[in-house]
C-alpha cells in the first residue's frame, strides 16, 4: 500500500445545490484526508485547458460550458491508494450505473453534472494537481 495523492473537483452541480459538505463527509468517512481544497470560477480557457485531453470527444464544448457554468471546489486527496480508493467513491461516470452508496449514485443529476471529477491514473493525478494548487498549498 502506498500513500497517493489525486486531484478532485467538486463540479457546479453539486456547489449550486450546497452539497460540498456532504460529498467531503464521503471522503472522509472513507479515509481520505483533504489536504488542499479551494473555490473557484473556472474561465473558459482554464476548463478547455483541464479537460484537453477530451476535446475531440462529442460532449466537450458542453463539458466546458458546464464546468463554467458555476463555482468548482477544487481539492487535493491523500491517503492509501488515493486515486482508486476516490474512483471508488465517485461511483461510475454514469450515475444510472453507478453503485450504491457513490457520490454519483446519490447525488449526480445527469452523466454530464455528475457532482465529482476525480483523477483516473497516478500519472494524470500528479498533472492535475500541479495545474490546481503549488506545493506550499498542499498541508499533507
Ligand atoms: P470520469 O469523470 O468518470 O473520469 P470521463 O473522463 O470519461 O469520466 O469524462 C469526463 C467528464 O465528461 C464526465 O465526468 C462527465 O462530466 C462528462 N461526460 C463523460 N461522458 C459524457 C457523455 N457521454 N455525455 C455528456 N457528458 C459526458
Ligand atoms: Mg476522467
Do not use: C, W
Given at each position: 500500500?502506498?500513500?497517493?495523492?489525486?486531484?478532485?473537483?467538486?463540479?457546479?452541480?453539486?456547489?449550486?445545490?450546497?452539497?460540498?459538505?456532504?460529498?467531503?463527509?464521503?471522503?472522509?468517512?472513507?479515509?481520505?484526508?483533504?489536504?488542499?481544497?479551494?473555490?473557484?470560477?473556472?474561465?473558459?480557457?482554464?476548463?478547455?485547458?483541464?479537460?484537453?485531453?477530451?476535446?475531440?470527444?462529442?460532449?466537450?464544448?458542453?463539458?466546458?460550458?458546464?464546468?463554467?457554468?458555476?463555482?468548482?471546489?477544487?481539492?487535493?486527496?491523500?491517503?492509501?491508494?488515493?486515486?482508486?480508493?476516490?474512483?471508488?467513491i465517485m461511483g461510475?461516470?454514469?450515475?444510472?450505473?453507478a453503485a450504491?452508496g457513490t457520490i454519483r449514485k446519490?447525488?449526480?443529476?445527469?452523466?454530464?453534472?455528475?457532482?465529482?471529477?476525480?483523477?483516473?491514473?497516478?500519472?494524470?493525478?500528479?498533472?492535475?494537481?500541479?495545474?490546481?494548487?503549488?506545493?506550499?498549498?498542499?498541508?499533507?
Amino acid at each position: 500500500m502506498t500513500v497517493e495523492r489525486t486531484l478532485s473537483i467538486l463540479k457546479p452541480d453539486a456547489t449550486r445545490r450546497n452539497l460540498t459538505g456532504k460529498i467531503n463527509a464521503k471522503f472522509e468517512e472513507a479515509g481520505l484526508r483533504i489536504v488542499a481544497q479551494k473555490r473557484l470560477h473556472l474561465s473558459e480557457a482554464q476548463a478547455g485547458a483541464f479537460y484537453a485531453v477530451h476535446k475531440e470527444r462529442p460532449f466537450y464544448k458542453d463539458l466546458v460550458a458546464f464546468m463554467t457554468s458555476g463555482p468548482v471546489v477544487v481539492q487535493v486527496l491523500e491517503g492509501e491508494n488515493a486515486v482508486a480508493k476516490n474512483r471508488e467513491i465517485m461511483g461510475a461516470t454514469n450515475p444510472a450505473n453507478a453503485a450504491p452508496g457513490t457520490i454519483r449514485k446519490e447525488f449526480a443529476e445527469s452523466i454530464e453534472a455528475n457532482s465529482v471529477h476525480g483523477s483516473d491514473s497516478a500519472e494524470n493525478a500528479a498533472t492535475e494537481v500541479a495545474f490546481f494548487f503549488s506545493g506550499i498549498e498542499i498541508v499533507g
